[in-house]
């Protein structure tokens, strides 16, 4: 079976520190697809990155960087120089790559950005 | 503003009642997911609809049922609701139909916050 966890429950920093979210998964599947979304104090669900089993480059948007290692089984999201914009629960989810398929989401880490 | 619409944003109800919540997807898309974010159980998917179908179920109660409409909006049916139903309920929707093995992202709606009291 799937499995996502996100062993931190909740990270505070201050304005302008670096952070990194971990992310670690469980699948039997050869081709997955991992995801991570943020959810604002306003409750919607936004998605920030898509990254296949086969494609283990490390990607950065602007102060959004996501380190994923099949190694060991992670897929990191590193947010630099952070804002309190970032301040939001962050959710990495699973899906197998069969498409139609359903996203299996970690609990979720919540992030406080203090000014 | 991700495309896919959910009405009502709120609802209040009583134990024992029942509701529906809807979704429309966003335009193109044909598959309709339904989750449900609750403290205890998190983030769990309920079920998938594809062009009208039923594609896949997840964990989701007998009391809950949904349907796909010709014109590809959704709506979830909850019936006899009991407390523990609180939670928010959201959709997300993908193009599918694709039939390659890939997986399409999931854009979500803006969530239904159910309040069973």
């Known amino acids: 079976a799937q499995k996502v966890t996100q062993a931190q429950t909740e990270i505070s920093v201050v304005e302008k520190e670096d952070v990194t979210l971990d992310c670690v998964y469980e699948t039997r599947d050869t081709t997955y697809y991992l995801f991570w979304y943020k959810q604002p104090p306003s409750g919607e669900l936004v998605f920030l990155i898509r990254?296949?089993?086969?494609?283990?480059q490390n990607e950065i948007s602007g102060r959004y960087s996501w380190n994923f290692q099949k190694s060991t089984s992670s897929f990191n999201f590193t947010i630099t120089a952070s804002q309190v914009v970032d301040s939001a629960v962050y959710f990495c989810?699973?899906?197998?790559?069969?498409?139609?398929?359903?996203?299996?989401f970690g609990t979720g880490t919540r992030l406080l950005v203090s000014p | 503003d991700s495309g896919v619409t959910q009405t009502p944003k709120h609802l209040i109800t009583a134990t024992g009642q029942r509701v529906t919540l809807r979704c429309s997807p966003r335009?193109?898309?044909?598959?309709v997911y339904w989750y449900q974010q609750s403290l205890d159980q998190g983030l769990q998917f309920l079920i998938q609809y594809y062009n009208g179908e039923e594609r896949a179920k997840g964990n989701i109660l007998e009391r809950f049922s949904a349907q796909q409409f010709p014109d590809l909006h959704s709506e979830l049916n909850l019936s006899s609701l009991e407390l523990g139903d609180s939670a928010l309920y959201f959709c997300?929707?993908?193009?599918?139909?694709?039939?390659?093995?890939?997986?399409?992202?999931?854009?979500f709606g803006p969530g239904t916050r159910l309040t069973v009291l």
């Open positions: 990254r296949n089993s086969f494609d283990e």
């Open positions: 989810a699973l899906s197998d790559g069969t498409g139609f398929q359903k996203l299996v």
């Open positions: 335009s193109g898309d044909l598959s």
């Open positions: 997300a929707s993908t193009p599918g139909g694709r039939g390659s093995m890939s997986t399409d992202t999931q854009y």
